[in-house]
């Protein structure tokens, strides 16, 4: 069975630029979130969806935002990009919320 | 705010070594505690704890948790070159009908040399 799968695995942009990030979960997984990584730093809640409604969100501005399709799968979208977005983007996927959960390889964003 | 804070933040060690990394945390409504290993990229589940005093085992690789204390221990007997990562340590809380997500420490950053 596939993984958690995330599309683009590199990609950069320049500075006021807008990105989207792509994840689809694991098979039968109706929960999807998002995390960003930065060097050197554990990952960072930012998104969490559950049939297809946000159901947590954490400490990141309004130009941060996600949402979930019928299929479960999910896009992260960032406006006005900044030097300081540059970082590793996960997804990750549960059955439901409070059951494990499981990381794709992440997206490498590098605003230039 | 949620906290969770790894020791050592890394770790040199000769293979076939054992090794015990820490993991302390402050979070309000906790539900669950997970170890990951994260090589490159994506962190690869190794445990998830939500009872105090019930080790879990995979292998080589252990965890125990202490509810009342507020730590877990991640331990890897017998090290290999392959055990080289970062462990991360997350606790899972949940407030009203929402979700906090992961609350995730640094990291340890674990180098076993041959």
């Known amino acids: 069975d596939a993984g958690v799968t995330q599309s683009p695995t590199h990609l950069i942009k320049t500075r006021g630029q807008h990105v989207t990030l792509r994840c689809s979960p694991i098979s039968g997984h109706k929960s999807v979130s998002w995390y960003q990584q930065v060097l050197g730093q554990g990952p960072q809640f930012i998104f969490q969806?559950?049939?297809?409604?946000?159901?947590g969100r954490g400490n990141f501005p309004d130009r941060f935002s996600a949402r979930q399709f019928p299929n479960y799968s999910s896009e992260l979208n960032v406006n006005a990009l900044l030097l300081g977005d540059s970082a590793l983007y996960l997804c990750?996927?549960?059955?439901?919320?409070?059951?494990?959960?499981?990381f794709g390889e992440g997206s490498w964003l590098t605003v230039v | 705010e949620d906290k969770v804070v790894q020791s050592p933040l890394s770790l040199v060690v000769h293979e076939g070594d054992t090794v015990t990394l820490n993991c302390s945390y402050e979070?309000?409504?906790?539900?669950?505690l997970l170890w990951y290993k994260q090589e490159k990229k994506a962190p690869t589940f190794l445990f998830m704890l939500?009872?105090?005093?019930i080790e879990k085992k995979s292998g080589r690789l252990s965890s125990i948790l202490d509810k009342k204390e507020l730590f877990s221990i991640l331990n890897i007997t017998a090290t290999q070159t392959g055990d080289s990562a970062v462990y991360l340590c997350a606790v899972e809380a949940l407030s009203g009908g929402g979700a906090d997500g992961l609350t995730f420490g640094k990291g340890t950053h674990l180098i076993i040399q041959p």
């Open positions: 990750a996927s549960s059955f439901s919320p409070g059951n494990t959960i499981y």
């Open positions: 979070v309000t409504n906790f539900r669950s």
């Open positions: 969806y559950y049939e297809k409604e946000e159901r």
């Open positions: 939500t009872s105090s005093g």
